[in-house]
């Protein structure tokens, strides 16, 4: 006897629905530093498309009018992607005529075909001043002005720097 399996099918659900939340908290620091509380996370497979990489949404999904964060994932909602970067397709009130779509599927649903080149990368769940205070490029002293503890630390591996900040990028290696 053929069929629908529930119990497949419900644990299914439940494990794309785990996965999206996982890969949605891993850019939690991310949305934080953004200052976004209740971001649209809805990641997506990247794919070709007439030459073009592109991914695509339901209407429902681009219906709600905000901006739509992604990260490229396979079609069982693993990252494909080795730097986990996070996407962000700005909401575009004029998708409907602006984006081509997808012939419907099985149960008649299109989707809206989004180049890649139009998500806007967002920055890093890590960044480097979360480490350390680099130095501000327009007042940090040149390399002529490098001292011998600078060079030191540099190749000793060891914080004796006057520069607090090369003493941190010297622990911190």
């Keep these: 006897m053929s069929g629908i399996n529930t119990k497949t ?14 890969l949605k908290a891993f850019h939690s620091k991310t949305f934080s530093r953004l200052g976004i509380t209740n971001p649209s996370f809805l990641p997506k497979m990247a794919y070709m ?15 709600k009018g905000v901006d739509i964060y992604t990260e490229f994932v396979s079609r069982d909602y693993d990252s494909e992607d080795p730097t986990r970067s996070l996407y962000k397709w700005k909401y575009n009130p004029h998708y409907a005529a602006e984006y081509k779509t997808s ?18 990368l967002c920055p890093g769940n890590t960044d480097i001043s979360d480490e350390f205070e ?20 540099i190749l000793t591996g060891k914080p004796v720097s006057m520069k607090r900040w090369l003493n941190e990028i010297v622990n911190n290696k």
């Design 134 to 153: 680099m130095p501000d490029p327009d007042h940090d002293l040149p390399i002529d002005q490098l001292t011998i503890r600078d060079l030191a630390a």
């Design 103 to 120: 012939a419907p599927n099985a149960n008649g649903a299109i989707r809206y075909i989004i180049p890649i080149v139009e998500l806007i």
């Design 49 to 63: 498309d007439q030459g073009e990489k592109v991914i695509s949404y339901f209407p429902s999904e681009i219906e």
């Design 9 to 22: 099918n419900i644990t299914e659900v439940l494990d794309k629905k785990t996965k999206i939340e996982n």
